[in-house]
């Protein structure tokens, strides 16, 4: 083997150094200067020139046809081969789309190379193709990818086309599924990614004119009282069955359509005449409240000076019940009885995430369109029922309908009340996906920029204003989306314009407090505002009912002591099968007597954000105090949970959270319902 490869390296050796290797073999050859031309029988150009190489004529013996000059002419490139261009796949049909991104999701998920966060937003590219092509197939996507997942067991039902599965359509669509859109709605909604970073707002352009320094001296107390009922998520359900199933396994109990997985033929607890712990609000027990109310408040015969409703009329049924007739009903319901007994004087509302169809959705204007306007027949209905009570003026009224039921109202006593649907930013389960579209912007509604405008407006003319709004904007931050980082408006215009703000939507009896710069320092010396989380009238989940009640300085509209009822839930079933009596409503405790014993307070000195930091801080060193705190939460119901030392460390910290971002950010997670 050794031999033979030497001889090999020996000839090729030999042949390169033109040696004669053997007997008739010539070690090179010389060829001729010009250009054989017999080997063709026809040429494009002369072959027999030195400029140019020889073009030949060739033809295809198997076609019998002749290749064009063209193809081999070295002044002219083709740019594409347009006469034999390759295939494209044949167009498929609709359903044939929807198979393939199935299927391809299905591979997404099941690929081991990729870790969770890209193949969530992997598979939404993947829908957002689909949908863009052929939008009817999006909440049938959205269907398998549920049963796949094993997300539901009832999928069907939330996710076709007439529930969710449109919702989930338009987002997927509209929003920029590969990028932050889609990994904040996999980070929040599915906890696959982690989250991404808040978008600081750009604070030099947003505000007409800075913040007064020094601020304007604050408005003297007159001394004078004035009465304010605070109702909040009355959720009032039509089809309250009495007897049915009040402990059952899934949705919303007391109702003929469920039962307990346990005993399906047979109920365990049978359904109260004035409600239920997992059940919402009964005819009766509505007009229980409603009666109870201006009894209690002494305001037989006066009425209240003004009201608020913070939201929440209708029940919480699946998306598949809902109808815009039903959500219809309930406005012209509650608000007629708010109307009959807590009047004559304005109620003034706000639209809570279940206040719509589909529920919790709200969409920007800015989108346009059929899109962009698919939700105005609510704010063009209930607009109509508030000017229809006596609620508001015309220009108020004008103005809601066409900018998602928010207005601004200035009352003779000088207060401005500015009410908007806070649904824009609802975040965690019950969400409005729409919320997720051009997720980066501060204020795709434009909301935040006309409360802002509309605060300008209130320093300039030295009035004093009340933010009402359904879902809370902080506590422990699991409601709000966490953009924009801090709530402008807020810092720039408290103490001196925004006098107190109202939310409802946790059904529970919160608080929060606003500081100065993004709460970068809390002390008595920086809390700035405080917002009132208002206590549900429905007993959901597991809640006591009730009701509020403020007495209000006539002049600094600031909160001089808050009143809350309840009644015991766990009380009504004693109530069943007698008309003598039914639920008794009774005073719960007074803010002022219940938080404010240790604090150096005067009697007529507002409960305003100083007062309820130190409130905050004496639960700090008096750990019976925040569980008194911790048992008004649950309006003092039977069902609450225990609360630990973690829990009440975690309980101050989300009440020194005006914002989403900052509980997010700084508070231990988990403890924040009873």
């Known amino acids: ?26 070690s090179a050859y010389t060829a001729p200067g010009t250009f054989p031309t017999s080997v063709y029988k026809l040429y494009w150009n002369d072959p027999t020139g030195t400029s140019a190489q020889p073009q030949p004529v060739i033809s295809d013996p198997a076609t ?16 594409n081969d347009t006469v034999d261009p390759h295939p494209l ?17 299905k591979s997404v998920a099941s690929n081991p190379i990729l870790d969770t966060c890209a193949k969530c937003q992997s598979s939404f590219t993947i829908a957002k193709m689909l949908v863009l092509a052929a939008p009817e197939q999006g909440p049938l996507l959205a269907e398998a990818i549920c049963v ?47 989250v991404p970073a808040t978008v600081p707002l750009n604070m030099t352009v947003w505000f007409a004119k800075p913040k007064p320094n020094p601020l304007p001296p604050p408005k003297k107390p007159s001394g004078e009282r004035l009465k304010v009922l605070h109702v909040s998520d009355i959720h009032i ?5 009495t007897g049915y199933e009040a402990n059952c396994t899934t949705s919303l109990c007391c109702r003929e359509n469920v039962w307990n997985a346990a005993s399906p033929d047979h109920v365990v607890l049978p359904a109260p005449r004035y409600g239920s712990y997992l059940c919402d609000t009964p005819m009766s027990l509505m007009l229980a409240a409603m009666q109870a109310i201006p009894v209690l408040t002494e305001t037989e015969g006066t009425g209240f000076n003004f009201s608020l409703f913070t939201g929440d009329l209708t029940a919480h049924d699946p998306d598949n019940q809902y109808s815009r007739a039903f959500v219809d009903q309930a406005q012209v319901v509650v608000y007629d009885l708010l109307k009959k007994y807590v009047g004559p004087a304005p109620v003034y509302a706000t639209l809570g995430n279940h206040d719509t169809y589909t529920q919790f959705q709200m969409i920007p204007y800015y989108l346009g369109g059929p899109l962009g306007k698919q939700f105005n027949w609510l704010y063009e209905h209930v607009s109509s029922l508030w000017y229809h009570n006596g609620w508001l003026p015309t220009d108020s009224v004008e103005y809601a309908e066409t900018h998602y039921a928010a207005y601004s109202v200035k009352r003779p006593d000088g207060l401005r009340i500015i009410s908007l649907d806070t649904d824009m930013c ?48 902080g506590w422990d931050g699991t409601q709000s989306q966490l953009n924009p980082t801090n709530l402008c408006s807020v810092d720039r215009y408290s103490p001196h314009v925004i006098a107190n703000i109202f939310y409802g939507h946790n059904h529970e009896d919160q608080f929060t407090v606003f500081y100065a710069n993004n709460a970068t320092v809390m002390n008595q ?100 105090l925040g569980q008194t705190f911790r048992k008004y939460q649950s309006k003092s119901s039977v069902r609450a949970m225990p609360c630990n030392e973690t829990c009440l460390t975690a309980s101050i910290c989300y009440m020194r959270s005006g914002s989403a971002s900052l509980a997010y950010e700084n508070c231990p997670r988990g403890y924040g319902s009873t």
């Open 237 to 241: 359900d039509p089809r309250y069955a």
């Open 148 to 194: 796949y997942l094993n997300f539901s067991s009832t999928c069907y039902n939330e996710y076709n086309e007439l529930a969710l599965g449109s919702v989930f359509t338009q987002v997927v669509a509209l929003g920029d599924m590969g990028g932050y859109d889609g990994q904040l709605i996999c980070a929040r909604l599915l906890n696959l990614c982690p």
């Open 525 to 624: 010396e920086t809390a700035l505002a405080v917002s009132w989380i208002s206590p549900s009238l429905t007993p959901l989940t597991n809640l006591n009912s009730g009701f509020r009640m403020y007495e209000v300085d006539s002049a600094t509209f600031e909160v001089l002591d808050a009143y809350t009822w309840i009644s015991r839930v766990d009380e009504f079933p004693s109530l069943d099968n007698q008309t003598e009596i039914g639920p008794t409503y009774f005073l719960e405790y007074s803010a002022r007597e219940a938080y404010g014993g240790n604090i150096p307070w005067g009697t007529n000195d507002p409960l305003n954000a100083t007062w309820w930091h130190l409130v905050t801080e004496q639960m700090e060193t008096n750990t019976t």
């Open 1 to 26: 083997m050794m031999l033979a490869s030497f001889r090999l390296a020996f000839l090729c050796f030999a042949t390169i150094a033109n040696v004669v290797v053997g007997e008739d073999i010539l």
């Open 89 to 105: 796949p044949t167009p498929l049909q609709p359903t044939q789309l929807l198979q393939q991104a199935i299927g391809q999701i």
């Open 426 to 473: 609802t975040s965690s389960l019950l969400l409005n996906y729409f919320s997720y579209v051009n997720a980066t912007a501060p204020d795709p509604f434009g909301i935040l920029s006309w409360i802002t405008d509309e605060l300008q407006d209130a320093e300039d003319a030295g009035e004093r204003v009340w933010i009402i709004g359904h879902v809370i904007s």
């Open 64 to 79: 019998h046809s002749v290749f064009p000059e063209i193809l081999t002419d070295p002044a002219n490139f083709p740019k």
